[in-house]
């Protein structure tokens, strides 16, 4: 099939790989414009059109899907089919039936669970044990079409959203020229979503992604690596931001009189921090958690015992008050 490719961050590379070695035609690729980056404030081009421009691929960069010359020249491509991965922008309605065989989204949930922008932080955060990736056909509503292929995916104990995006970037590249070859082939067929089990998941803010350690540890642990890497959790610590990467929570049935034990025993309330000989603690509101990495404000990451060590924490300091 002759295709247009729509996708921007790093988690769409691994789809346009796979598509361009595919038997199907890539004639152009959609991504969203050059945006500004870091402190020198200079422009970045997205990883989608840096691989499609070392491929060849005609790059398309419109501000909006709406704009008429994109609208033109998409007509002039002549579509059979637009494979869509995190592309960041809407598509409108008049440009929806331009490819014969639709926009084909790929969506890192299993729909209709967490539909939105942030379906892998979302799952995390809200504890679930399976997540995976839906093919599914662009309509007006917010990824509500009709389903084309799903695939499973475990969310393992220690994976941040990074880790599992990541992962099902990779399964789902596969997944989505596999729907593009049963949509050529005419072996699929859309089934709408169900009713039940609908969840959204809208884009983290950095409110979001601030530590409440009033919940309990595995609350605590999970909004700690949903928000990893990006939004990024923080806390404060005497009135300054305190970045938090993942956080371990004390294991099961560790033997009494070694520190494990003394740990997971601790009597701390929720933000209070606790220096032991080779671990810093943080209260929440059944047991304490150790910490890893930690980033002060204006500094490099670094072990939160080194931290410890240069911040002299007193007895009884919280983070977060």
């Not at 909006?64 to 998409?74: G, N, T």
Request: charged share 20%.
């Amino acid at each position: 099939m002759r295709i247009v490719f729509a996708g921007t961050p790093e988690a769409a590379v691994p789809s346009l790989h796979a598509l361009l070695v595919s038997q199907h035609d890539v004639s152009a690729v959609v991504t969203r414009p050059d945006a500004r980056s870091g402190r020198g404030r200079t422009l970045v081009q997205s990883p989608v059109r840096r691989v499609a421009q070392e491929a060849g691929v005609e790059v398309l960069t419109p501000t909006s899907a709406r704009d008429p010359e994109f609208a033109s020249r998409l007509a002039d491509l002549a579509p059979d089919a637009c494979p869509v991965v995190a592309y960041g922008g809407l598509i409108p309605a008049t440009l929806l039936t331009v490819p014969r065989h639709g926009w084909v989204n790929l969506h890192f949930s299993l729909l209709p669970a967490w539909r939105g922008a942030a379906p892998v932080q979302h799952a995390l955060m809200a504890g679930d044990q399976i997540t995976g990736a839906s093919t599914f056909l662009l309509e007006e509503g917010l990824d509500t079409g009709p389903v084309l292929g799903t695939l499973t995916e475990r969310i393992r104990d220690t994976d941040t959203s990074g880790d599992l995006l990541e992962r099902l970037a990779s399964a789902g590249a596969e997944l989505l020229v596999a729907t593009l070859d049963g949509l050529e082939e005419g072996s699929l067929t859309p089934l709408p979503q169900p009713q039940d089990g609908i969840s959204h998941a809208p884009k983290l803010t950095v409110e979001d992604a601030r530590i409440d350690w009033s919940r309990p540890a595995y609350a605590v642990d999970r909004q700690v690596r949903g928000c990893t890497p990006a939004p990024g959790a923080w806390t404060t610590f005497r009135g300054e931001r305190l970045k938090v990467q993942p956080v371990q929570r004390p294991a099961p049935g560790v033997p009494s009189g070694t520190e494990e034990h003394d740990v997971r025993e601790a009597q701390v309330v929720p933000g209070e921090l606790l220096v032991t000989r080779r671990q810093i603690l943080v209260g929440t509101a059944d047991q304490p958690v150790v910490l890893g990495l930690v980033q002060p404000h204006g500094k490099k990451a670094m072990p939160a015992t080194d931290w410890a060590r240069g911040a002299r924490i007193s007895a009884g300091e919280v983070l977060g008050g």
